[in-house]
């Protein structure tokens, strides 16, 4: 990332001895008692992680005020009638201006300039281009697209997993791609096995 990102818990921890694991493609469930109210009750989808820190988009966050074809005027890109419905989202606090798109993919081929491979399946695009294509009805389907994103610096997500901030999980594309916010936090616990009601701020992981 081009710059240190902003962070739900607004600080750097200390290095720890937590064992490193590569959490790319896995979702985040913000534990009760997140400090930070733009991420109470958050799903993320972690779509990069490294030993330089993670990047991740916001599942549950819709933005019903910014239409795709409000967006699509503002790039000077014009859609014609077989343009695509597209949900607008609140990725994160980093950069929202920069939208990225996230969508399916061939589990096999080359990925062009601009789209980053999150699992076999799952990519995320940022250039103009797959923009267009949706405003003619071509693109990638399912896809949905999230202004802005959450970052994390060198540490800082293992250091917050460590303080109970987030339950680790695994994605799937409903949680990913359906529009049922609402409850989707609910259901991202649900789907690695544990109640809501009883979830206390002890650590741990699905």
Request: hydrophobic share 35%.
């Amino acid at each position: 990332m081009s710059k240190t990102p902003s962070t739900p818990s607004g600080e750097r921890p200390a290095v720890t001895e937590m064992q490193h694991r590569n959490l790319t493609g896995k979702i985040l469930i913000a534990m009760p008692g997140m400090s930070d109210p733009r991420f109470d009750r958050s799903v993320i989808l972690v779509c990069a992680h490294s030993d330089e820190g993670a990047m991740g988009l916001v599942l549950n966050r819709p933005l019903p005020e910014i239409g795709f074809g409000d967006l699509l005027e503002q790039l000077g890109i014009e859609a014609d009638d077989s343009s695509r419905r597209i949900e607008v989202r609140f990725g994160g606090p980093v950069e929202p201006g920069r939208g990225f798109v996230l969508h399916k993919v061939a589990e096999h081929g080359r990925d062009p300039e601009g789209r980053m491979r999150i699992g076999q399946a799952l990519a995320m695009t940022t250039t103009r281009d797959i923009l267009e294509e949706l405003a003619h009805g071509r693109g990638p389907e399912p896809a949905v697209l999230a202004l802005g994103y959450a970052g994390w610096g060198p540490g800082q997500l293992e250091g917050e997993m460590l303080a109970n901030g987030w339950l680790i999980g695994e994605g799937e594309d409903g949680l990913i791609f359906d529009e049922m916010h609402d409850d989707k936090w609910q259901r991202a616990l649900h789907a690695q096995g544990i109640e809501p009601s009883l979830l206390s701020g002890a650590a741990g992981r699905a």
